[in-house]
Nanobody
Framework: QAQLIESGGGSVQAGGSLRLSCATSGRGYLYMAWFHQAPGKEHEGVVAIRTSSGTTYYADSVKGRFTISQALPNYDMYLQMNDLKPEDTAMYFC???????????????????????WGRGTQVTVSS
């Protein structure tokens, strides 16, 4: 599998912004997503994108604050995070899959089990 490499994490104060990047080595996927994992917790879906249509699926907790985008022709993915809150503190992972995702719910696109290719993560820390 092609390697996914995240970058752009860091430490900011509440209300600040960060832009995460996910390098895909030039490979395209049908679905790409960002997940985060706080200490002692499971991976949680933040946002996903169906690249063929540009359809996006955001977790309620980040709607209006985070924006996913993708650059062509290299297929790299980005996550612009604004108005960060202490509860956004977590390791952020880029994930991807080639096939369709079954299920009609938007939440299905934010389930970790539906993604087969994962990066190693980048840490985001938001202080109050």
């Amino acid at each position: 599998q092609a390697q996914l490499i995240e970058s752009g994490g860091g430490s900011v104060q509440a209300g600040g912004s960060l832009r995460l990047s996910c390098a895909t080595s030039g490979r395209g996927y049908l679905y790409m997503a960002w997940f985060h994992q706080a200490p002692g917790k499971e991976h949680e879906g933040v946002v996903a994108i169906r690249t063929s249509s540009g359809t996006t699926y955001y977790a309620d907790s980040v709607k209006g604050r985070f924006t996913i985008s993708q650059a062509l022709p290299n297929y790299d993915m980005y996550l612009q995070m604004n108005d960060l809150k202490p509860e956004d503190t977590a390791m952020y992972f880029c994930a991807a899959r080639n096939g369709v995702i079954s299920g009609d719910r938007s939440e299905d696109r934010l389930l970790p089990r539906n993604y087969h290719n994962w990066g190693r993560g980048t840490q985001v820390t938001v202080s109050s």
